[in-house]
């Protein structure tokens, strides 16, 4: 065996058997594991030039190696041996999102759910970007008396809802008025044509109208609004706080960024339908220095795409990992594209 590929092998036994026990690994525990005879004083040798061009380094000076960022990155883009799931573990996605399968939010939350228990880290479900959203139909539903719900549909399959008041009594031929008013104007149009312009310009063209329906107008104008933004299902979120990799401080500071939504779409912008993966310093944000980020896109239609990630530590299994989040990414746009199409 060449040097450098011997350098290799013991590179990513080291790595996989950081990964596997958290443990530093020293030459003796690495020369009982490798599949190939060679000696531990070679094995030391090795490990040394290793660490000497930055791929492991040693915690303390009578410990085993441990992996470093630029290791980590040598290992996954080529070293890392592809971990298909099980046939089991492919039932148990299958199952468990065709049963959230009525609704394009129900799915995105399950998913990320799912993502969480089966890898041990913080999921986030981000849902089709809603700047391509299309409105495709609102619905009138009467509430109350003098109440009821504007229920609007895009071409992504979201639902966005907002109820209102009216000072007088909706009856049935009310609500059909409203839903053939506003269906008129609004089907068809992108949900982020909805803007104050275009409501005044349809507010002027009801003339008298206008009045009657003020209130039906702006909730759903609001449920266009929300449905322009990209909301994200986050689960998880106290798997942070037991990985032993991270202090209370790291878990805080990743619970802030969590919470801050408008960053939170930087995430998913290195997303591809192959997992991408970010360790440590490459994600760019402080609060996510002492993690990893694995992020898959999902494709539903040409139009509509959205992302999973998954956030852990530095020392993930990223093997496994990828494989779970490749497969569930290709499970929620399967069954997405489904809900949309029907």
């Known amino acids: 065996m060449e040097p450098t590929q011997r350098?290799?092998?013991?590179?990513?036994?080291?790595i996989e058997s950081y990964i596997r026990t958290g443990e530093p690994v020293g030459s003796k525990s690495l020369s009982e594991s490798l599949d190939f005879n060679v000696s531990s004083a070679t094995i030391r040798n090795d490990m040394a030039e290793l660490a000497s061009i930055g791929l492991l380094e040693q915690t303390h000076t009578s410990?085993?190696?441990?992996?470093?960022?630029?290791?980590?990155r040598i290992y996954v883009d080529?070293?890392?041996?592809?971990?298909?799931?099980?046939?089991?573990?492919?039932?148990?996605?299958?199952?468990?999102?065709?049963?959230?399968?009525?609704?394009?939010e129900h799915l995105l939350e399950n998913a990320a759910s799912l993502l969480s228990a089966m890898t041990g880290c913080a999921a986030l479900a981000a849902a089709?970007?809603?700047?391509?959203?299309?409105?495709?139909?609102?619905e009138f539903v009467q509430t109350g008396g003098c109440t009821a719900m504007a229920v609007l549909v895009t071409s992504t399959g979201s639902?966005?809802?907002?109820?209102?008041?009216?000072?007088?009594?909706?009856?049935?031929?009310?609500i059909k008025m409203f839903s053939d008013t506003v269906n008129e104007h609004f089907s068809g149009l992108p949900v982020t044509g909805v803007t104050p312009a275009f409501m005044q310009s349809t507010a002027v063209s009801l003339g008298e109208m206008?009045?009657?329906?003020?209130?039906?107008?702006?909730?759903?104008?609001?449920?266009?609004?929300?449905?322009?933004?990209?909301?994200v299902a986050i689960k998880g979120q106290s798997n942070?706080?037991?990985?032993?990799?991270l202090t209370s401080s790291d878990g805080k500071r990743v619970m802030e960024f969590l919470g801050r939504s408008n960053e939170l779409s930087k995430i998913f912008s290195s997303a591809g339908t192959k997992a991408s993966i970010l360790i440590g310093s490459e994600i760019n944000n402080p609060a996510l220095s002492n993690l990893s980020v694995v992020v898959s896109r999902y494709t539903a239609s040409e139009e509509c795409s959205g992302a999973l990630a998954l956030i852990g530590p530095v020392r993930m299994d990223y093997?496994?990992?990828?494989?779970?989040?490749e497969y569930t990414a290709s499970v929620v746009g399967e069954l997405l594209g489904e809900i949309i199409s029907g």
């Open 63 to 72: 410990s085993g190696r441990i992996p470093t960022e630029l290791g980590y």
């Open 319 to 325: 093997s496994r990992i990828t494989s779970t989040l």
């Open 78 to 104: 080529k070293l890392m041996k592809n971990s298909p799931l099980s046939k089991y573990e492919q039932t148990k996605i299958d199952d468990t999102l065709y049963l959230s399968s009525d609704a394009p």
């Open 128 to 138: 089709p970007t809603g700047d391509s959203a299309v409105i495709r139909r609102i």
């Open 159 to 174: 639902v966005k809802t907002r109820l209102f008041r009216c000072d007088f009594v909706i009856t049935p031929e009310l």
């Open 210 to 231: 206008s009045m009657l329906m003020s209130n039906v107008l702006l909730a759903v104008s609001e449920a266009a609004k929300e449905a322009a933004s990209t909301s």
């Open 240 to 245: 942070l706080f037991i990985m032993p990799e």
């Open 7 to 14: 350098k290799m092998k013991i590179l990513e036994a080291v």
